[in-house]
């Protein structure tokens, strides 16, 4: 299978505990975007990457949330001090510029990882 | 909160109709994207729309970018049990160069066999 992947897929937590998901991204995309999906809504962005720079951050990046995509590949997303508002499905998609000077908008999402934070 | 609006929010269909469903918003957007999401999954792209007035197959789906840019329409035709999931609307707003989506409510679909 040579889509998005993303690990692990569940994750319960105690209040408080410090969390790390990872992303894998479609191999030839070089942009990756983390989004959040809390229940009964349509996912929201948190930050993206184009390549190994992080490029823009939501307002819902609150500090305690860290990303990282070190070598251009595959992302990490870590949560400290986590809080029972973090509890949501934490998403992540990869895109490409498509041929002819197409642009990114084609985002292709992994299964995600819900965190349930206790 | 959401800033594209979906309606309706959910249908409950006989097997075998159609069924229409719509996304609008205040702002422009360049591109229109339908995705799908099933339980315990991420959403999955159905069509994406890129100029204004385009209307776009992918099998029994058929959606269309409207002339305003500010909204879209999906159509399923002859529905079946596995159409069973919530349809959201998506797209990047203009002048947005990273290209980060901003998501609908969902359109929660329900087909009884």
């Known amino acids: 299978d040579t889509g998005v992947s993303q690990d692990p897929r569940h994750k319960i937590t105690k209040r408080g505990q410090n969390v790390t998901f990872r992303c894998d991204p479609i191999?030839?995309?070089?942009?990756l975007y983390w989004y959040r999906q809390t229940l009964g809504q349509g996912p929201e962005f948190l930050t993206y990457?184009?390549?190994?720079?992080?490029?823009?951050k939501s307002r819902l990046l609150s500090d305690r949330f860290s990303a990282e995509r070190p070598k251009g590949s595959f992302s990490t997303l870590e949560i400290q001090r986590t809080e029972q508002g973090d509890s949501a499905m934490y998403l992540c998609?990869?895109?490409?510029?498509?041929?002819?000077?197409?642009?990114?908008?084609?985002?292709?999402f992994g299964p995600g990882t819900r965190l349930t934070v206790l | 909160g959401q800033q594209l609006n979906q309606s309706p929010q959910s249908m409950f269909i006989q097997e075998g109709e159609d069924v229409s469903m719509n996304c609008t918003s205040s702002?422009?957007?360049?591109?229109w994207l339908w995705y799908k999401q099933e339980p315990g999954e991420g959403p999955v792209l159905l069509i994406a729309?890129?100029?204004?007035?385009e209307l776009t197959s992918n099998g029994r789906l058929t959606a269309q970018f409207g002339i305003t840019r500010k909204d879209s329409f999906l159509n399923i035709s002859a529905s079946i049990p596995s159409d069973v999931g919530i349809y959201f609307c998506?797209?990047?707003?203009?002048?947005?160069?990273?290209?980060?989506?901003?998501f609908g409510g969902g359109t929660r679909l329900m087909v009884k066999p």
């Open positions: 702002s422009i957007f360049n591109t």
């Open positions: 998609a990869s895109s490409f510029r498509t041929s002819g000077g197409g642009t990114y908008n084609e985002q292709f």
């Open positions: 191999s030839e995309h070089n942009r």
């Open positions: 729309l890129y100029k204004a007035g």
């Open positions: 990457f184009q390549n190994e720079a992080q490029l823009e």
């Open positions: 998506a797209g990047p707003r203009r002048n947005n160069a990273g290209n980060m989506l901003t």
